[in-house]
């Protein structure tokens, strides 16, 4: 499973239940892609409530966008809080998530079992 990069209580075990259904359950693609969407939104209200307010203001079909935006800004900024000082781990996590915005852009596609990704890839495509 991948861990979840915001500490503390609820919203993580939450992810952490997320990831493990979504990984071990055979169920539609369009649970799937609900629960993506329901986890960035869990994010976003945890740990960036005022853009989580913000984005109750906007029209519905930019909302889910606009919310997987600040899930990749919540993923990035906490990117050196979860690592805890250790350098190399965090330059191996923005690493990763620049690989990750290249393969969007490029071929549309986002690694499995990121929820932020997936939906950060539909908003691209959409948007």
Same mark, same amino acid.
């Given at each position: 499973? $991948?861990?979840?990069?915001?500490?503390? +209580?609820?919203?993580? $075990? %939450?992810?952490?239940?997320?990831?493990?259904?979504?990984?071990?359950?055979?169920? /539609?693609?369009?649970? /799937?892609?609900?629960?993506? !969407?329901? !986890?960035? /939104?869990?994010?976003?209200?945890?740990?960036?409530?005022?853009? !989580?307010? $913000?984005?109750?203001?906007?029209?519905?079909?930019?909302? &889910?966008?606009?919310? %997987?935006?600040? +899930?990749?800004?919540?993923?990035? /900024?906490?990117? $050196?809080?979860?690592?805890?000082? &250790? @350098?190399?781990? +965090?330059?191996?996590?923005?690493?990763?998530?620049?690989?990750? @915005?290249?393969?969007?852009?490029?071929?549309?596609?986002?690694?499995?079992?990121?929820?932020?990704?997936?939906?950060?890839?539909?908003? @691209?495509?959409? !948007?």
């Amino acid at each position: 499973l $991948m861990r979840p990069s915001v500490a503390g +209580g609820r919203l993580e $075990m %939450a992810a952490v239940r997320r990831q493990a259904l979504r990984l071990w359950s055979s169920r /539609a693609g369009g649970t /799937a892609v609900a629960e993506d !969407h329901q !986890h960035c /939104a869990d994010l976003v209200r945890g740990s960036d409530y005022d853009y !989580h307010l $913000m984005s109750l203001l906007l029209p519905a079909q930019s909302r &889910k966008a606009f919310i %997987a935006v600040r +899930g990749f800004n919540v993923e990035t /900024a906490t990117v $050196m809080d979860s690592v805890r000082g &250790k @350098v190399l781990p +965090g330059k191996v996590r923005f690493q990763w998530w620049r690989q990750v @915005v290249d393969d969007i852009y490029t071929s549309g596609t986002a690694p499995r079992g990121s929820p932020v990704a997936a939906c950060l890839a539909e908003a @691209v495509q959409t !948007h």
